[in-house]
């Protein structure tokens, strides 16, 4: 059964075009195709980076923040109480007043203190101004990185200058050394960011 459904995933109909076939693909004569299995690469390149960019903000990015004045903001915090935590965790942030009016009777608190209770605990929650100015450092010394990296690889290619070369022997194009590397390492990139997005700024 796992041979079935593995020869239906890699279905040529479904990844080529028409009459090309994955024998078609294999390395000869010098030329290096682009395989699926590249992809098994990017893992340990995708952790890789996390500890890159870990190593970049912590002592690149944070001296940089605090040399031009950013510093991290610090909250109020907010008193515990299991029972308005629980509410905050699975039911809302932002109550309304008929919940807040119930939440005041089962805690024995004020309305008013429920409501300042919550109000700094979502103040908490509130990514600094420091860990935005860290991820977004990061992010563009990447791709500043990227942009410079992928000028050098094509400056010299023919299909740099007229984009038409781009489609000279499709589909059967082999690929360059300088590509491999590029694709690999913008995946593990975006891996990585994968692998943060709980832990980044939250953005619309």
Not at 70 to 96: F, M, S, W
Not at 177 to 187: A, D, K, M, N, T
């Amino acid at each position: 059964m796992f041979d079935t459904l593995y020869e239906w995933f890699w279905w040529e109909r479904i990844w080529l075009p028409v009459n090309l076939t994955w024998a078609d693909l294999e390395d000869r004569e010098g030329r290096v195709y682009a395989k699926a299995s590249h992809l098994y690469v990017t893992v340990p390149y995708s952790f890789a980076f996390l500890l890159i960019r870990y190593l970049f903000e912590r002592w690149i990015a944070t001296p940089i923040a605090v040399s031009v004045g950013i510093k991290q903001r610090v909250h109020l915090k907010a008193g515990d109480n299991p029972i308005l935590e629980h509410y905050y965790i699975t039911q809302c942030r932002n109550p309304a007043q008929k919940d807040i009016d119930g939440l005041s009777k089962k805690s024995s608190l004020s309305v008013r203190q429920v409501e300042r209770w919550f109000r700094r605990r979502r103040s908490q929650d509130l990514p600094g101004v420091l860990k935005k100015f860290r991820e977004a450092s990061w992010r563009f010394v990447f791709y500043l990185l990227a942009f410079i990296g992928g000028i050098v690889a094509l400056y010299d290619k023919e299909w740099f200058h007229d984009t038409r070369e781009v489609w000279t022997g499709f589909p059967n194009q082999s690929m360059l050394e300088s590509q491999y590397w590029y694709y690999i390492l913008e995946i593990s990139f975006y891996g990585s960011l994968l692998l943060s997005v709980a832990f980044d700024v939250k953005r619309k």
